[in-house]
């Protein structure tokens, strides 16, 4: 890889690994009175944040580099860890340059934490975004573009533009252009896994949580220029598709060791709140509306999205099919119910398809692997000497 | 104090509200013979009832089944047995008790349980629910349908909530009717509608009999007895004529000047599901104080009624919708849950409060940690917080619990002793504190370092 594209994946880790939100801070001063809001992942309508000249602000978690002092007297036992780090960052003032938070309804934890944050910070807008969970229903899409104009109606008391349709399809067009990137650059990572490293690819995807879009995409295309140049030497691993590591994040340690231990990442869900849409959202017509139905109709499978007419569990297979995967390595966190209920079925529809997998508990905040290192190198040697 | 003291009022609704859940299982062993009447399920919190009556169906609450397994002692081997297929140690246990039994063919009532005609997933505030119902329509075979509540987020829920709901109401009927063969009946609908408001009448004056003191019944205990009947028959004549014996005799009780215990020493309000493997220990341990609950939030998983809504027979569809989006606790958010409990301590006079956080249950239990800083600094309310779980046995330390509830007893006892102990509003130290939807803020804790 050249140096220009390390140097910015040193860039991206040093601005992932910033609790203090140093870029979210630059972005304020230069952008004096614009008000930047964070949401809780895993999906947030971005644009709309972004066409009310507000900047949004992707939080996941703080990892390993915060104690707890007061979130787990707050949330106590058999609660994953974004959840209490998350308002450790809130109530030592890390998450000061933030004026609002929004969250929506992932997990019945995330939907406390909302209200638990409304009552701990007064001072920030504070809301839950409720994203509807039957497109099976002809009422939804005017329900969530309802819902969507409530959210601009707060933007606006902080100061954001009046919504207009212009500047929204300005705004989708961007995010349309970062999710397009980001499509190619997992695409070329699943053709080609020996040209990118999977942890490279997730500093340089996170990072754009705490940048303006724009400069986010310029990134973006830099670096795909100099993967898709690259010249590496495939090796024997086992091909992988990462399932359940779609809110809290696993430590960048643990990204480096699956790799390490012998597997290529075709796919993955890690932020999976920046690759939401399947396609573009359409600019033609009513941009709201086109937004919601994205939503509804174009959206990525999730343990936190319910769609009936479309089984997570069968998409799994599907992807693993159309990828070519050996293998799913489902990553998830401890406490995650979303993700560990999901195991369930992706497991029983897995065996029906003889396709293996393995299951990895992590947390945020772990720091040694050595019982995961093993783990994954028994897993990988039966794959490869089977 | 070793022996709890008598803590049971046995009158006929006793015997009456057996004889209703057997004539229910009875109706569910029917259908599963003969597919007639159909039944669907459905999910507890805000559920839908008076729906099903405008088709005939009965319905198929999961958390029942779950419930009454783990009140025998036998939810251990479905929940081992769920775990083999792959469920977590830290996934509700109800969730694991339903799938494990329906696995290993265990029924509550030993009668095998009807294939539902439809799966209907009122998806009111749990997110485990729309997990559950899943899981369970994929076992089972069965069709699955989403009823999408939108969770309240603003202090009343909003004209788009409720059209949203209603429309979707009405997909369900057109979905039952062709899945089912069967007209929707709006007449039955609407007299259902009106059965449970009159349900909803006495059962809202049941729990404000609560305030008298002493108490005439256990509005934990007591109230989860009765909440069989209100949720399986509110929408019908029985279920009319249930609560409105209930009410008869506990005004009876009001007149006699009886409480629970010969003499009330304790008002508590509880927050949290019970313990059901323990339930009967569970309920000694406040015996042994005679502490009565007189306000909790588990009983108004389905319906919160006490604070007056009512279904309204002339707008059937839209007071269905409202009950499902703000009249129940699930769906309402966790700051309103404080207001609830905040004014149940203030006007249904609780000297306290106790938590029962659930591990199972994140509804109910993620954030009670900030709940009871809110309790205890911000409004001064003596408030324990013991930890176990509902459905799951081996969650549940007895020493532990009981030490710790003899020692919230004993300190308001002295408190008592002192005169410091004070009940209902002027144990609320602000007791306009909190008010509406956001409570006063908590301290800012520490700058950046
Ligand atoms: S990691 Fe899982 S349990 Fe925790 S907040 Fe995210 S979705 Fe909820
Ligand atoms: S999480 Fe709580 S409310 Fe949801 S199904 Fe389990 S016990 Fe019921």
């Known amino acids: 890889m050249p140096a220009a594209t390390e140097n910015l994946i040193e860039q991206c880790r040093a601005i992932v690994e910033d609790l203090h939100l140093g870029e979210v801070r630059r972005w304020k001063e230069q952008n004096p009175g614009a008000a930047a809001i964070g949401y809780f992942p895993v999906y947030t309508p971005v ?168 400069t986010h995409n310029t990134w973006l295309s830099r670096a795909l220029a100099d993967i898709a140049d690259r010249q590496a030497k495939p090796r024997d691993s086992v091909r992988i598709v990462i399932e359940g590591s779609f809110c809290e994040q696993p430590p960048l ?50 343990s936190v999205r319910h769609d009936f007419r479309h089984r997570r569990h069968k998409l799994l297979v599907e992807k693993v099919r159309r990828l070519g995967a050996d293998a799913v390595l489902f990553l998830i966190a401890k406490f995650c119910e979303p993700a560990y209920f999901d195991y369930v079925l992706f497991k029983r529809e897995l065996e029906a398809a003889s396709i293996p997998h393995l299951l990895l508990e992590f947390e945020e905040k772990a720091f040694t692997f050595d019982r995961l290192r093993t783990e994954v190198e028994t897993f990988v040697e039966s794959l490869l000497f089977d | 104090m070793s022996e709890a003291p008598r803590s049971e009022y046995r009158g006929q609704i006793h015997q009456q509200q057996k004889d209703l859940m057997l004539h229910w299982y009875e109706r569910l062993d029917e259908s599963a013979r003969t597919g007639n009447p159909p039944a669907v399920s459905l999910m507890i919190s805000g559920n839908c009832i008076e729906l099903l009556e405008g088709f005939g169906a009965v319905p198929l609450y999961p958390e029942v089944n779950a419930l009454q397994l783990a009140i025998r002692h036998q939810s251990l081997d479905p929940i081992l047995a769920a775990e083999e297929l792959g469920y977590a140690a830290d996934n509700c246990a109800y969730v694991k008790a339903d799938i494990g039994a329906m696995i290993k063919g265990i029924t509550p009532a030993g009668t095998p349980l009807p294939t539902p005609a439809l799966v209907l997933c009122n998806f009111v505030g749990c997110n485990t629910y729309v997990k559950w119902f899943e899981h369970a329509a994929e076992f089972q075979g069965a069709p699955l349908a989403m009823l999408d509540v939108p969770f309240l987020r603003t202090a009343e829920p909003r004209a788009e909530d409720i059209d949203y709901v209603v429309r979707q109401l009405h997909e369900i009927v057109r ?105 009967r220990s569970f309920r000694d341990m406040f015996a042994t104080w005679k502490a009565t609950a007189v306000a909790s939030t588990y009983s108004t998983v389905g319906g919160l009624w006490e604070f007056g809504f009512r279904h309204d027979p002339d707008h059937p569809f839209e007071s269905l919708a409202l009950h499902m989006l703000a009249h129940n606790v699930t769906n309402r958010n966790y700051l309103q849950r404080y207001e609830q409990i905040r004014r149940y301590v203030e006007e249904w006079d609780a000297d ?82 909190g008010a509406g939807n956001a409570p006063v803020a908590g301290e800012r804790l520490k700058i950046l370092p």
Request: proline share 5%; charged share 25%; glycine share 8%.
């Open chain 2, 175 to 279: 979905q039952l009717e062709q899945i089912t063969g069967r007209r929707f009946d709006m007449d039955r609908f609407r007299e259902a509608v009106r059965c449970s408001a009159r349900v909803e009448e006495a059962w809202s004056r049941i729990k404000n009999l609560a305030r008298r003191t002493p108490s005439p019944f256990d509005a934990y205990f007591d109230a989860i007895t009765l909440m069989g009947p209100l949720y399986v028959y509110r929408g019908s004549p029985e279920g009319v004529a249930f609560f409105e014996l209930a009410l008869k005799e506990m005004e009876e009780k009001v007149a006699r000047g009886e409480g629970i215990y010969d003499q009330e020493k304790f008002r508590v309000v509880i927050e949290g599901p019970p313990p059901y493997p323990f339930f």
């Open chain 1, 253 to 302: 340690d643990l990204i480096r060791l699956v790799e390490e231990a012998g597997c290529y990442v075709l796919d993955d869900d890690f932020i999976l709140g920046r690759r939401w849409f399947t396609e573009d959202v359409p600019i033609d017509g009513d941009p709201l509306g086109a937004l919601a139905e994205s939503y509804l109709d174009r959206s990525v499978y999730s």
């Open chain 2, 352 to 433: 306290g409060i106790v938590i029962h956080f659930v591990k199972s249950c994140r509804l109910f239990s993620a954030g009670q940690g900030d709940m009871r800083d809110y309790f205890t600094r911000q409004l001064g309310v003596p408030t324990l917080y013991i930890e176990s779980d509902l459905e799951d046995p081996r969650y549940f330390s007895e020493a532990q619990i009981k030490n710790r509830m003899d020692a919230f007893f004993e300190a308001l006892e002295h408190s008592r002793s002192i005169g410091t102990l004070r009940r209902g509003a002027a144990a609320l130290r602000h007791p306009a504190a």
């Open chain 1, 47 to 214: 644009e709309l944040i972004h066409a009310s000249g507000l900047l949004p602000v992707g939080l996941n978690g703080a990892g390993d580099r915060l104690d707890l002092q007061y979130a787990d007297a707050r949330f106590g036992s058999f609660i994953c860890s974004i959840v209490k780090t998350t308002l450790e960052m809130g109530l030592t003032g890390y998450l000061d340059p933030l004026d609002g938070m929004l969250f929506s309804g992932i997990c019945d934890s995330a939907r406390n934490l909302a209200f638990v944050f409304e009552r701990n910070f007064p001072q920030k807008y504070i809301d839950f975004l409720h994203l509807p969970q039957n497109p099976s229903s002809g009422a939804s899409a005017s329900f969530l573009k309802a819902e969507y104009l409530r959210l601009a109606a707060q933007l606006e008391k902080l100061g954001g533009r009046k919504l207009d349709d212009d500047a929204l399809r300005a705004s989708i067009a961007v995010y349309n252009e970062n999710r397009a990137l980001l499509r190619d650059l997992y695409a070329l990572r699943a053709a080609n896994p020996h040209q990118v490293h999977t942890s490279d690819l997730y500093l340089l995807q996170r990072a754009g949580n705490f940048l303006p879009v724009e």
